[in-house]
């Protein structure tokens, strides 16, 4: 290796070295300074003192669970939850939230909701005013930067516009931006799945679900798939186009030979021929979509919230 | 006495001047002027080295009476000039072995006269085409689309002079056409004084063997220039074309070439550089290992950004 063959591959490389190390600037400034879980730490440590109840996870107003069985509930959630870095809160009910909701909307200048909802807007602010989360009390600001976990409500009354019971699984935080409409599905049909044989089971089964929803991915240290397929793309063309070797390019043109003023054009017209339209029955589209993966939507208090909804 | 393209004059190596007279040899010699060695010379060579004793020499019966070239263009870059050429050049070419333009390699960088015919064509080419152009509009729920047919006329005449073909077996008809242009302008009557220290040859065969291949060249000029002057159509259908060529003069001319051979994993590649513009044509080797070091090197960066761009943007690409 000469100095002349070092210098060309510095030359070569230096822009997207460059590019590389703004980058990296920017990630080591951008990422969180505490990393929230590695090989070496293999819990997370809860950065919220300010939850209204403390420890406590399980609102069984139903009075569907034993102590026994709450405490059991309690405990499971506890360590699932230093395992995934998200706060998990049940609520059973046996009441119904119409007025709630009525109160709810009005208080927020919102339109009645559809019975379905009642319990979205219970899990919302259960949330919120009860200051859950992970990492700290959800801050109202729209984003899903705070507040992680995930909180389920299920109420057993059946409201009598529609005699049906509702249950809500709403994701706040980390938890929503990990969480797709269909992952939530999934866990609420996991819940509504072991329900009938006994209720606490049906309840450690939806956790067992979220721990592993939120937990395969969580150590991202996992290459991503898609970044090593674009640099074995780059490092193909790159390989082609430089191992075939390159002759010369042509520096000769239509004039060259010419002699000067040598061509001339004897004939030179464009004339018009014919002319013919054709049409076309093309409405305009009416495009409406609506977006938004996981169901997301804003509490009437501005906090962001996933979340979807089972009925039985 | 060699011809200096540095000096354009001839010039003697080993008294450092430029006006002392050697006597040439007579014009039947198939050996060496200077030490009597046998020349090995093919069919075709004018100009030669002497594998004994280094010297150039002329063989004058080839670059006179019929085979007397009307013009040659000399040597303007020096062998040193060449080096440089295909140094600048190789630069851009990063994958090049680095035994590549070493000194001792260089030894095989020779100048040679090139024999060339040009072809002086008068082209008279008649053209017509199908032309078509479109419009779209909407109004209320249909869509419309207009399509005006034209006929497109060209006739053109084209005053070609001097479009080159190497009469060359030996020289590769695609790297003399990359050559080109050559300026014309630098054109001398042909002195055999110039060839000194170059090796030559005299034209392999007879310019109607080489026409086809200036006609060619002719042609596709002539199509570029009608092509070009067809514009502002959506599409354009050829309906006829026919280039007529009269070759009304033909000239016999020596062009300078430096031609580099070089020797790499047992495949030989030949450079040649224009001895006049100094443009370089050949296909370089190229180093496997040079080219994996700098794709992964490519590579890993590539993956390194992507990587960090998808994590800190999270969700776009996962």
């Keep these: 290796m000469n100095k002349r063959v070092i210098t060309q591959f510095i030359k070569s490389n230096i822009v997207l070295a460059v590019i590389v190390l703004i980058v990296f600037g920017y990630y080591m400034y951008k990422k969180p300074s505490i990393p929230r879980k590695t090989d070496e730490v293999l819990s997370y440590v809860s950065g919220n003192t300010e939850r209204v109840y403390g420890d406590k996870r399980v609102f069984d107003y139903a009075d569907e669970l034993t102590d026994k069985e709450e405490a059991d509930l309690e405990s499971y959630i506890h360590e699932v939850e230093q395992e995934i870095g998200n706060d998990i ?16 909307c009005k208080r927020y200048n919102m339109e009645m909701v559809s019975p379905d909802k009642y319990v979205m807007l219970y899990a919302d602010e259960f949330w919120e005013v009860n200051k859950f989360g992970f990492d700290q009390p959800q801050i109202l600001d729209g984003t899903q930067e705070t507040g992680d976990g995930v909180i389920l409500v299920d109420n057993l009354f059946r409201e009598p516009e529609t005699g049906r019971i509702y249950t809500w699984m709403g994701t706040t935080g980390e938890a929503e931006k990990r969480y797709s ?20 089971h049906g309840l450690m089964t939806f956790v067992t679900q979220v721990r592993f929803d939120l937990d395969t991915e969580i150590v991202d240290l996992a290459f991503k798939p898609f970044a090593i397929i674009v640099a074995g793309f780059v490092l193909l063309i790159f390989v082609l186009t430089h191992l075939k070797s390159k002759s010369g390019k042509v520096t000769t043109n239509a004039n060259t030979y ?9 004939v030179h017209e464009d004339r018009f021929l014919r002319k013919s339209v054709s049409k076309v029955y093309d409405p305009p589209s009416s495009s409406s979509s609506s977006g938004g993966g996981g169901g997301h939507h804003t509490s009437g208090g501005g906090g962001s919230h996933g979340g979807g909804g089972h009925s039985r | 006495m060699v011809f200096s393209p540095k000096m354009q004059k001839m010039y003697c ?26 020349i090995n010379a093919d069919e075709v060579t004018s100009a030669t080295k002497c594998p004994y004793c280094g010297n150039y020499l002329i063989l004058d019966p080839r670059v006179e009476g019929e085979y007397e070239p009307k013009e040659i263009l000399p040597f303007k870059l020096s062998k040193e000039e060449a080096v440089t050429a295909m140094e600048n050049e190789f630069k851009k070419r990063i994958f090049t072995p680095n035994s590549f333009l070493s000194e001792k390699t260089l030894e095989n960088l020779e100048g040679m006269y090139v024999p060339f015919f040009l072809y002086d064509f008068k082209s008279d080419a008649d053209y017509t085409a199908e032309g078509t152009k479109t419009r779209h509009w909407r109004s209320g729920n249909y869509r419309y689309t207009e399509t005006s047919y034209y006929e497109i006329i060209r006739k053109l005449d084209v005053d070609f002079k001097k479009i080159p073909a190497d009469a060359s077996v030996k ?16 054109n001398v009557s042909f002195d055999p004084k110039y060839m000194s220290g170059f090796n030559g040859e005299v034209y392999n065969a007879p310019a109607g063997e080489f026409i086809e291949r ?29 280039v007529s060529l009269d070759n009304d003069n ?44 700098y794709g992964i090197t490519k590579a890993g960066l590539t993956w390194a950004l992507v990587e960090m761009i998808s994590r800190l943007f999270g969700g776009l690409v996962s």
């Design chain 2, 214 to 242: 200036a006609k060619q060249k002719a042609i596709k000029s002539v199509n570029t220039l009608i092509n070009d002057s067809v514009s502002g159509y959506n599409t354009v259908t050829k309906v006829s074309s026919n």
């Design chain 1, 181 to 200: 409409s269909d992952e939530i599905d999934h866990a609420l049909d996991v819940f509504y799945d072991n329900l009938d044989e006994d209720y606490k």
């Design chain 2, 250 to 293: 033909t000239e016999y001319a020596l062009f300078p070439v430096w031609v580099y051979k070089y020797s790499w994993a047992g495949k030989e590649y030949v450079f040649h550089v224009n001895g006049q513009t100094g443009k370089v044509v050949g296909t370089t080797p190229v180093s496997l290992l040079k080219v994996i070091i």
């Design chain 1, 258 to 266: 010419v002699s000067p003023g040598g061509a001339n054009f004897v």
């Design chain 1, 89 to 104: 809160v049940i609520v059973t009910l046996n009441e119904s939230l119409k007025e709630y909701a009525e109160d709810y």
């Design chain 2, 13 to 38: 190596p080993y008294c450092d001047g430029t006006d002392c007279e050697e006597k040439r040899g007579d014009a039947s010699v198939t050996v060496c002027y200077s030490c009597g060695g046998e």
């Design chain 2, 171 to 186: 020289a590769p008809d695609s790297v003399m056409d990359l050559m080109e242009p050559y300026d014309y302008n630098a």
